[in-house]
């Protein structure tokens, strides 16, 4: 079965700090990734994924994400924190699933605090 | 040509009442989800649509649970018997395709208390 651990409930960083938020995985096959925000009172919305191509992945607002088998990561990384970033940081894995269509496992979420 | 919708966005119930939560996803996409988040923690898979079709119920916490999208577009997340332990968010999802890669768009959720 698949798995997501996000290493620390809540991060705090200064504006302009670097952002890094810990995300590893179990998975039996290889893995879809992905990194979903949630400001409040919204819904999560997409930051990155990981689909197997390049393992350095781009997302949206400066944060990228670098999947790496070897230690099972896919951790968040944003080079300067800017206070707009507040917010939920969920890290997610799907899979195919043999009756059709796919599921998808979410940690349970990263708050992210960014100091003046 | 917005997003997914959720209503209601708030629901009161007493416990032991019927509430039905209404969803509609974006135009044209095959799959939808629904999910549970209680207060703190990340969604929680309850089931997944494809079409019309339920293929994984396997997330439903009980048979007090129980969701349906009759004609592959709307569909109703149907709580029986409301219990305290039912309090918390729940988010739908669609995504275009059925794919794992494909990105899910989520709604705006619906928070269920159960008094």
């Not at chain 1, 997610?92 to 699933?97: F, L, N, P, T």
């Not at chain 2, 095959?30 to 079409?51: D, I, K, R």
């Not at chain 2, 018997?81 to 959720?109: H, K, M, N, W």
Request: hydrophobic share 35%; charged share 15%.
């Amino acid at each position: 079965a698949q798995s997501v651990t996000q290493l620390g409930s809540h991060v705090s960083v200064s504006e302009g700090a670097l952002v890094l938020l810990r995300c590893n995985y179990s998975s039996s096959v290889p893995p879809y990734l992905f990194w979903y925000v949630q400001y409040p009172n919204q819904g999560l919305q997409l930051l990155l994924k990981y689909t197997s191509a390049a393992t350095l992945v781009k997302g949206i607002n400066g944060f990228e994400a670098e999947f790496k088998k070897s230690e099972t990561s896919f951790h968040l990384t944003k080079p300067s924190a800017h206070m707009s970033d507040a917010a939920e940081y969920f890290c997610a894995v799907s899979d195919q699933r043999n009756t059709g269509g796919f599921k998808t496992i979410f940690g349970a979420g990263t708050r992210l605090f960014v100091k003046a | 040509g917005a997003g997914v919708s959720q209503s209601p966005r708030y629901k009161v119930a007493k416990r032991g009442q019927d509430v039905a939560l209404r969803c509609d996803p974006i135009s044209g996409h095959v799959s939808l989800f629904w999910y549970q988040q209680a207060l703190g923690q990340g969604p929680e898979f309850l089931t997944y649509f494809q079409n019309e079709a339920q293929l994984d119920k396997s997330g439903l916490p009980s048979d007090r649970f129980f969701a349906e999208r009759p004609e592959g577009s709307v569909s109703t997340l149907k709580i029986q018997r409301t219990q305290q332990e039912d309090s918390a968010v729940y988010l739908c999802a669609s995504s275009f395709l059925v794919q794992g890669t494909d990105t899910q768009y989520f709604g705006p959720g619906t928070r269920l208390t159960v008094l």
